[in-house]
C-alpha cells in the first residue's frame, strides 16, 4: 500500500524514482581507452553501439564527420540500450545518437528515429528531442 514503507525504504509505487548517479564507465583492467578517431570504420561501428556516456560524443561525432551511413543501425543499437531509462531526465546516450542520426540525414535515419518513438525507447522527458530531431 502507497505510504507503508518503513523508515529510509522507499516506495515503490510512489513518485517518479530516483535520479541514477552517473558513473564513468571505464575499460576492462589492462586495456586502453579507444581514441575513435584513430580506427578503421569497422571497429567504430563495433564499439558505437556499446560506448558509455563518456566516450559517446566522441564515438558519435566521429561517425558523422565520416558520414558513415552504415552508422544508422549502431545509432539505433545504442539508444534501445537504454530503453526503460530516462523517466526524469533525457538519457545523455539517447540525445547523443539521435542528434547523430540528424546530422547524418537520409530516408534510413529518419525512418530509424520514427521507430525509436514508436517503439517507446525514448522516455518523455526525451521525447521532445527526438521529435525534433525526426
Known sequence: MPGSALPGQGDLFGGGGWEAPVRAV???PGSEPIDPRTVDDRLLLEK???VGSLD???FVDEAVRRQIARAVPALDALCRRFKGFG???PVR???VALA???AIGGPEA???VQRLINDHVVAEPGLS???THL
Do not use: I, N, V
Open 110 to 112: 529518419a525512418a530509424t
Open 87 to 89: 523517466m526524469t531526465h
Open 93 to 95: 546516450e539517447q540525445t
Open 100 to 102: 547523430g542520426l540528424a
Open 56 to 58: 559517446c560524443s566522441a
Open 26 to 28: 571505464t575499460a576492462p
Open 48 to 50: 558505437l553501439p556499446l
Open 129 to 131: 528531442f527526438a521529435l
